[in-house]
Structure formats: C-alpha cells, structure tokens
T-cell receptor, first 110, second 111 residues
Framework: GESVGLHLPTLSVQEGDNSIINCAYS??????FIWYKQESGKGPQFIID?????DKRQGQRVTVLLNKTVKHLSLQIAATQPGDSAVYFC?????????FGGGTRLMVKP | DGGITQSPKYLFRKEGQNVTLSCEQN?????MYWYRQDPGQGLRLIYY???????QKGDIAEGYSVSREKKESFPLTVTSAQKNPTAFYLC??????????FGDGTRLSIL
C-alpha cells in the first residue's frame, strides 16, 4: 500500500550545528504532512506541519520543506541542542488518519 | 490544563488474562485512536473512533477490543488472543483534520 518512509535511521550531529531529517512518501495524492518528535518513554509531540499548497514553512528553529515533484519532505533544525535528541517521525495526514514512517533517531553530541 | 491521559504507565499481563488500558481526553476532540509501538519501530494503528458509539479496525486489530461510550474516553482491552502483547501503547485524539495529540503511553509487559 501507500507508505511514508525515512531515508536515515540515525543522525548524529554536533551541538550547535544544523540538522536535516529526510522523509519520502509514495502517495502522490497526499496533501498534508506532519512532523512529530518522540522522546524516550513519551508520546509523539507535534512539531510542525505543512500542506501541499506550500513548499516551505518555518517555526521556531525548525523549517519543513516539501518537494512534491520528487515526493520528499525534510525537517531542518537550526542550532541543534541536546534537548533535540529524540526520534523524529514524518506522517501523512488524510481525513484524520495518520500514516507514519519508521522514524529517525537524532543524537546530539556535546 | 487540556490533554490526553493514559493509565497506567506500566502494566503487566499474566498468560490468559485480559487487561484494559485507559485513555481519557478533555480536548473535546471527536476522533480518538490507539497505536502500538514496538522497540525501534514506528506506530501501527490498532483501532480508531471518529465519533461516539462508533469505531473501526485499524491495521492490527486482531487480539484487541475497544469501546467508545463517551466522547472523552476510549479504553483498549488487550485480550488473551493477542499472543505478543508486549509493546508501548499510545492513544491519540484529533479534531477536524488537525494534527493528532498523543498521550504519554502505557508500557505493557508479559509476566
């Protein structure tokens, strides 16, 4: 079936550097995407979302880019901090239903 | 303070026993969901409910049951038919195609 997946299972970055987490999706009809952050032992926490009528959206230290041509989205975290260490999931949202990718673990080195 | 509350945080099940996981939300959301997460994996949908007194099977419903008698409550029962119940269970709610809000999960283990 249709799926949302991630390129890299683990990403290790130096504190203060920028992080980029990538996600590919296969359903060309998808029009709404969400990034979640999950810390150990906790539930996923909403970070940022983007609809298909946009190709970029910015939040506080985070930016999501959407490339509909190649069905790819990315999450950029500026000035990565130790508190950013977590697993990040992209998800496709359609009609209140989420399809999750497998997740990328971000490790921040001091 | 609005949110989703899951209880208990840790739960142990004996062989042949049914156990029920609680999920309560005070966000006034119509839709509620149950997911299962295995170590190092993503989330898989067990059951969902778009409105009170109605619910639908997700991708891995076998061995589980739910009820939705009240808008704010969506309990999940893990039955003895679920032969591999050890996992992290997450409940979520949503409204009007907005992002789902998640609880902090229940970790279920077998004794």
């Amino acid at each position: 079936g249709e799926s949302v997946g991630l390129h890299l299972p683990t990403l290790s970055v130096q504190e203060g550097d920028n992080s980029i987490i990538n996600c590919a999706y296969s359903n060309s009809a998808s029009d709404y995407f969400i990034w979640y952050k999950q810390e150990s032992g906790k539930g996923p926490q909403f970070i940022i979302d983007i609809r298909s009528n946009m190709d970029k959206r910015q939040g506080q230290r985070v930016t999501v880019l959407l490339n509909k041509t190649v069905k790819h989205l990315s999450l950029q975290i500026a000035a990565t901090q130790p508190g950013d260490s977590a697993v990040y999931f992209c998800a496709e949202n359609a009609g209140n239903m989420l399809t999750f990718g497998g997740g990328t673990r971000l490790m921040v080195k001091p | 303070d609005g949110g989703i509350t899951q209880s208990p945080k840790y739960l142990f099940r004996k062989e042949g026993q049914n156990v029920t996981l609680s999920c309560e939300q005070n966000l006034n959301h119509d839709a509620m969901y149950w997911y299962r997460q295995d170590p190092g994996q993503g989330l898989r949908l067990i059951y969902y409910s778009q409105i009170v007194n109605d619910f639908q099977k997700g991708d891995i419903a076998e061995g589980y049951s739910v009820s939705r008698e009240k808008k704010e409550s969506f309990p999940l029962t893990v039955t003895s038919a679920q032969k591999n119940p050890t996992a992290f269970y997450l409940c979520a709610s949503a409204w009007n195609n907005q992002p789902q809000h998640f609880g902090d999960g229940t970790r279920l283990s077998i004794l």
